[in-house]
């Protein structure tokens, strides 16, 4: 049964996920906080850092990495190795915000991911990657305005979890083509801009 984390749960997944570790050991950590949570939980929690650590194990798996770990001090929020390189990534996560997650997974839950589709009506699906088009170039404005003011120019990438929208080839060209024409700016400001998908695709604007 799914419950919140003790604080000492808490205290051990942190200390240990902010160690260098392999891509396997740092998703069995991982994974053993998630087997806790379950999907509510892992939600509820105030602390992200559970959240970041299921992107950076996807990241270190799509990089190859050596080794990955996440970082006590924001930003960014963790880093990897590949080949005696360190890569740093910030994470923002870009959500439509009239979107119900827990109903939609559920949903997922209970159905297979075509059979879902085909259940939503296009003009549905159509309004979805309008709001996905948005929301990510509404975080990713965001975190440059941010450290513009601040006047600090990033030593590592920014990945944007685009947790919104559907991700089929029509739909993906569209969205990258509107949003390397309206995030120019950022583009330019940060090393790399990268947006990880709710279906596990990491790709470069």
């Known amino acids: 049964m799914s419950r919140p984390l003790t604080s000492d749960e808490e205290d051990h997944f942190f200390s240990t996920l902010t160690t260098w570790l392999s891509p396997s050991d740092f998703k069995n950590q991982y994974t ?31 990089f190859s990495a050596s080794k990955v770990r996440l970082l006590a001090n924001d930003p ?51 309004e979805e990657n309008r709001g996905a088009i948005e929301a990510v170039v509404d975080v990713t404005t965001k975190k440059f305005e941010k450290y513009k003011k601040r006047n ?33 700016e950022p583009i330019q400001f940060f090393p790399t801009i990268w947006i990880y998908n709710c279906t596990g695709r990491i790709r470069a604007i």
């Not at 806790?36 to 992107?55: K, Q, S, W």
């Not at 915000?97 to 159509?126: G, T, Y």
Request: charged share 35%; aromatic share 10%.
């Open 76 to 126: 960014p929020d963790f880093e990897i190795e590949v080949d005696r390189n360190i890569h740093r990534f910030e994470v923002t996560e870009a959500l439509n915000p009239k979107r119900q997650r827990d109903k939609e997974m559920r949903k997922r839950l209970s159905l297979d991911f075509v059979e879902m589709s085909e259940s939503i009506p296009n003009s549905k699906i159509v």
């Open 152 to 184: 600090l120019k990033p030593n590592f990438d920014l990945l944007v979890y685009k947790n919104v929208g559907w991700s089929g080839e029509e739909e993906e060209k569209q969205f990258f083509s509107e949003i390397k024409t309206r995030l120019e």
């Open 32 to 62: 053993q906080a998630q087997n806790v949570l379950g999907y509510e939980y892992m939600m509820l929690m105030h602390r992200a850092f559970i959240r970041d650590a299921h992107i950076a194990c996807e990241v270190a798996e799509h």
